[in-house]
């Protein structure tokens, strides 16, 4: 027998695997972003999951954290002017590309405590990625990190 809390359970884990396509793509991007700060070497940001699975974050994040991945996707546009213009100066792009990196961290933050257990945050950090472990406790090595359950206010 089918129950609702079944298909509650199922929706909650769609969704997280769609934070967790979203989330890879950020950091890819990142990586993208940092090279071209470092090297002026400008490789295209991807954005297909974004794209594909907003629907999903959508009713799964709070607005802040919603906002924090549009926010994010939204510099793509800026990334690409930054590679396209030659009269833009040195010191402005180098600017414009900061503050996107910065967009790429608040999004990464904001969905890594939801799609990243504290044990996978460690195997992240453990190969060499900086990411802040949440702070661990019983209930959230269960549940992969904070309860997907919980509702935007």
């Known amino acids: 027998m089918d ?10 884990n769609g ?10 793509e950020l950091d890819a991007d990142r990586l993208n972003i940092a090279v071209a700060l470092e090297y002026g070497a400008f490789t295209p940001l991807g954005r297909a ?12 994040l709070t607005v802040a954290e919603l906002q924090a991945v549009v926010l ?15 009269t833009l100066p040195g010191s402005l792009r180098d600017q414009a590309l900061r503050a996107l990196l910065a967009a790429q961290d608040r999004a990464l933050d904001a969905l890594r405590p939801r799609v990243l257990s504290a044990a996978e945050q460690r195997a ?30």
């Open 49 to 60: 999951s974004y794209e594909r699975l907003l629907p999903d974050l959508a009713s799964m």
């Open 124 to 153: 992240l950090q453990a190969a060499g990625r900086d990411a802040p472990v949440i702070p661990l406790t019983d209930e959230t090595e269960q549940l992969g990190g904070r309860q997907l359950e919980e509702t935007r206010p």
């Open 3 to 12: 129950t609702g809390a079944s298909r509650t359970s199922d929706s909650n």
């Open 72 to 86: 994010a996707y939204g510099g793509h546009a800026g990334y690409a002017q930054a590679e396209a213009d030659s």
């Open 15 to 24: 969704h997280r695997n769609s934070a967790r396509a979203v989330f890879f």
